[in-house]
């Protein structure tokens, strides 16, 4: 049971160059999220979905874009790389919404823009 | 704004040692609670949820105590292999977006 499954697991970008992290979950799970987490600090909610189709802004969604066309796949878009984009995100999900239920995470991108 | 407040610690703690740590949280109006674990550079998984009767699995034991807005984690007889970061994170229930995650406690056991 694959679970949450994220590629790449590390990447190094130019300023200015884009890319797509690719999450992709198979326990049919209707609600999927983007974090990032800086170093020492809390996830922060990037985009979320609570199904195909259907995606909203977190907490910090600026120069991230995210498309939800199936049930399985949630792949976040950066535009154009910022040194400020440094940092290891997260793709988690979840059956219900949040309330009562855990997130599953991915094992994370761990993303560098020099 | 809805804000999880953690000591980041580091705890370092002897092995076998009992050890516990609190987090406070501002959302009046938060749901449901749980205690996550993050090994360094890993993805942060699920250690227990955190019911309003407190509950126990096995060497851990999570308190909530909604009269004073925080919850407590207390590992007991501690294991090297219990050195991790511990999220604490709270959800408001009040949609999808509503999971708040605390910075974490930083705790080492040591031999």
């Known amino acids: 049971n694959a679970g949450v499954t994220q590629t790449p697991k590390f990447r190094i970008l130019k300023i200015g160059q884009s890319m797509t992290l690719q999450c992709t979950q198979d326990m049919n799970h209707n609600y999927m999220y983007w974090y990032r987490q800086d170093p020492g600090m809390g996830l922060k909610l990037i985009y979320y979905?609570?199904?195909?189709?259907?995606?909203d802004k977190g907490e910090v969604p600026n120069g991230y874009n995210v498309s939800r066309s199936t049930t399985e796949d949630f792949p976040l878009r950066l535009e154009l790389a910022a040194p400020s984009q440094t940092s290891v995100y997260f793709c988690a999900s979840t059956q219900q919404g949040t309330g009562n239920q855990p997130q599953h995470f991915g094992d994370g991108t761990r993303l560098s823009i020099l | 704004r809805k804000e999880v407040e953690q000591d980041p610690g580091p705890f370092n703690v002897p092995e076998g040692a009992t050890v516990a740590f609190n987090c406070t949280y501002s959302n009046s109006a938060s749901q449901s609670f749980f205690w996550y674990r993050q090994d360094c550079r890993k993805e942060p998984k699920l250690l227990m949820s955190v019911y309003s009767s407190g509950n126990e699995d096995g060497r851990f034991t999570a308190q909530l105590n909604r009269a004073s807005q925080y919850i407590s984690l207390l590992i007991r007889d501690s294991k090297l292999s219990d050195s991790a970061t511990y999220l604490c994170v709270v959800s408001s229930g009040g949609g999808a977006d509503g999971l708040t995650f605390g910075k974490g406690t930083h705790l080492i056991i040591q031999p």
């Open positions: 979905s609570v199904g195909a189709g259907i995606t």
